[in-house]
């Protein structure tokens, strides 16, 4: 079991920047694939980056340039540094933690942190 904690969100500028933590607990998280997704309220979630257990990372089209995901495993720890926010950022962000074994799938969700950015 991964139980999982962000933190970091809250009200940003439009340009301004933001860090977005998710602390893990229960397991670490070195053989796992963290990922960053949102939501916004009526629409499904949607998947913002993600990084591999090599450091490997991917992001949606529309973040690339703009945001970092980072991770520490020493630490258990993964980040999502946000700049250049604009009000289509506004979303409830969420850390993800998967792992795919040969027994199947481990698949744990943290409670999700609100990214407001507004004037």
């Known amino acids: 079991q991964v139980q999982l904690v962000e933190s970091g969100g809250g009200l940003v500028q439009p340009g301004g920047s933001l860090r977005l933590s998710c602390e893990a607990s229960g397991s670490s998280i070195d053989r796992y694939v963290m990922a960053w997704y949102r939501q916004v309220s009526g629409k499904q979630r949607e998947l913002v980056a993600n990084i591999n257990i090599g450091g490997n990372t991917n992001y949606v089209d529309s973040v690339k340039g703009r945001f970092t995901i980072s991770r520490d495993n020493g630490q258990n720890k993964v980040y999502l540094q946000m700049d250049n926010l604009t009000p289509e950022d506004t979303a409830v962000y969420y850390c993800?933690?998967?792992?795919?074994?040969?027994?199947?799938?481990?698949?744990?969700w943290g409670q999700g942190t609100q990214v407001t950015v507004s004037s």
């Open positions: 993800n933690a998967f792992r795919q074994r040969p027994s199947g799938q481990s698949d744990y």
